[in-house]
């Protein structure tokens, strides 16, 4: 059975850090590219990062190019999303998601129709 499980998340003030954490069950890590997205109240899902299987490529929304990067780790089934910088508008639940294997980030970042597994999610609430 196909799990994927965020965590990480929680209250930050604007210009703090956060690590988000996806621990993945189920299938093998590393035949699989693995994204985040969020999603703020009232407003659709959005993709922001994702790392492909084969050679590690990664990519970016606009809004959190050079302030967010994620990483894998194939060896502890995990990926992590390192986020810097953080700013009010980054506030929503993040998800992890699973595509099909042999799924290769696009460099615009990754769409939703494209993945069809995902976790529960996990808040972040960026305030002061």
């Known amino acids: 059975q196909v799990q994927l499980v965020e965590s990480g998340g929680g209250l930050v003030q604007p210009g703090g850090s956060l690590r988000l954490s996806c621990v993945v069950s189920?299938?093998?890590?590393?035949?699989?590219?693995i994204a985040w997205f969020r999603q703020a109240p009232g407003k659709e899902r959005e993709g922001v990062a994702c790392?492909?299987?084969?050679?590690?490529?990664?990519s970016y929304t606009d809004s959190v190019k050079s302030r967010f990067t994620i990483s894998r780790d194939n060896t502890k089934n995990t990926v992590y999303l390192q986020m810097d910088g953080l700013k009010p508008e980054d506030t929503a639940v993040y998800y992890c998601?699973?595509?099909?294997?042999?799924?290769?980030?696009?460099?615009?970042?990754?769409?939703?129709?494209?993945?069809?597994?995902w976790g529960q999610g996990t808040q972040v609430t960026v305030s002061s």
């Open positions: 998601a699973a595509p099909d294997p042999m799924y290769y980030c696009p460099d615009y970042g990754p769409l939703s129709m494209d993945f069809n597994s």
């Open positions: 189920g299938f093998t890590l590393r035949n699989y590219a």
């Open positions: 790392i492909s299987s084969v050679d590690g490529y990664t």
